[in-house]
């Protein structure tokens, strides 16, 4: 289990099971909102280039990701927070299709 960047950045192809907890949990045990996101940490196009990156293989795989503080966001009538988070789930979107693309 890897709850650090440093953790995460050492999982790769040959990890028979991983999981990975992001450092910098927020509300409740969720990712911060874009917005709050910092350099430093990790934003949702980041987990889906890792999980692609140790997902690879010969005979394919499946991946899920979700965008869940678009919700948190719209339930509190937040639209910057809805806006850059469902930009930020874009983005990692764009990562698996840019992948896809190349296989």
């Known amino acids: 289990m890897a709850k650090t960047h440093a953790e995460a950045d050492a999982i790769g192809t040959n990890t028979e099971k991983a999981i990975i907890i992001d450092e910098d949990l927020a509300d409740s045990d969720a990712m911060a909102y874009e917005l709050d996101r910092t350099d430093d940490m ?10 692609i990156e140790v997902l690879d293989n010969d005979t394919g795989f499946f991946m899920m990701c979700e965008g869940g503080k678009i919700d948190w966001a719209c339930h509190a009538n937040d639209a910057a927070a809805s806006i850059h988070d469902t930009q930020a789930l874009a983005d990692a979107v764009q990562v698996a299709i ?6």
Not at 42 to 51: I, M, N, T
């Open 42 to 51: 990790w934003a949702l196009a980041d987990y889906v280039a890792k999980g």
């Open 98 to 103: 840019d992948f896809a693309k190349e296989h």
